[in-house]
């Protein structure tokens, strides 16, 4: 039996809540070229994506989301490293969810701008911890494990309830399949948001998809798990 976790709303995906598990893939696309983007985006959706992920990562890409949200089949997610302003910019242009770690956003008060923009937008935030990663003084102090990785993302999830924030999805993700699963086992055990699945660093086709199967799939057992990425290098259709 699943989980039963908190629901929020991506476009016209729900995410958790009893809702049917999500699949999700990113463009490797220049997300500036609106048609290069687009076309990618609609060639998932036929493969089978239900939200797909675009790197949002200057003013351009940010400039491009509006058509690309008018012009895609399913609803985008921006992705996001450290600039508040790329955020509040995609929010604007009609994105429908953001990833991005506030901790990783220097100022509070930019965190407050971003989560301002999310709320007035229905915007939820996906909190995203990547083994590879982490905070310097949990690696030194505990050393890269499930604890570490759980640690991790409390701290953005505060950071984002602190601001009474709590349209929040997380992940936490690892190369190393029993590091990643034992993190999401964790997570699901303390917190009632929704999760979303996946292995990071799987691979190309072969070895990818085993390690991406056992991770996810075994969650998926326990019941764990509301929206999934299989991680793939290279063409992203065959995520």
């Known amino acids: ?24 893939s990113m463009t490797n696309t220049d997300t500036a070229d609106v048609e290069k983007t687009l076309s ?40 996001i490293h450290f600039d508040y302003k790329l955020a ?32 007035a937008h229905h915007v939820p935030i996906r909190i995203g911890v990547n083994a590879g990663s982490l905070p310097r003084d949990l ?25 009474g924030f709590y349209d929040i999805a997380l992940s936490l993700k690892a190369s190393d399949v029993r590091t990643n699963v034992l993190a ?18 799987a691979g190309r086709r072969g070895m990818g998809n085993v390690k991406s199967d056992i991770g996810i799939g075994s969650l998926l057992l326990d019941g764990i798990g509301d929206t999934l990425r299989v991680s793939l290098s290279g063409d992203p259709e065959p995520e």
């Open 88 to 119: 509040i910019k995609a929010v604007e242009n009609g994105i429908h969810k953001l990833r991005i770690n506030p901790g990783n956003i220097e100022r509070q008060e930019d965190v407050r701008r971003v989560v301002d923009c999310a709320k």
């Open 1 to 24: 039996m699943s989980k039963k976790t908190r629901q929020v709303q991506v476009g016209s995906v729900r995410i958790g809540g009893g809702a049917p598990v999500s699949v999700q």
């Open 139 to 163: 690696v030194e102090s505990q050393g890269v494990t499930p604890e570490s990785m759980v640690e991790a993302a409390l701290r953005h999830v505060r950071i984002l309830e602190k601001c």
């Open 184 to 201: 999401y086992r964790r997570m699901a055990e303390i917190c009632d948001y929704p999760l979303h699945l996946g292995v990071t660093e």
């Open 40 to 79: 990618q985006i609609r060639a998932l959706t036929v493969a089978g994506a239900d939200i797909v992920r675009v790197s949002v990562y200057n003013e351009a890409c940010a400039d491009a989301v509006r058509a690309l949200v008018d012009g895609s089949p399913v609803p985008l997610v921006a992705d």
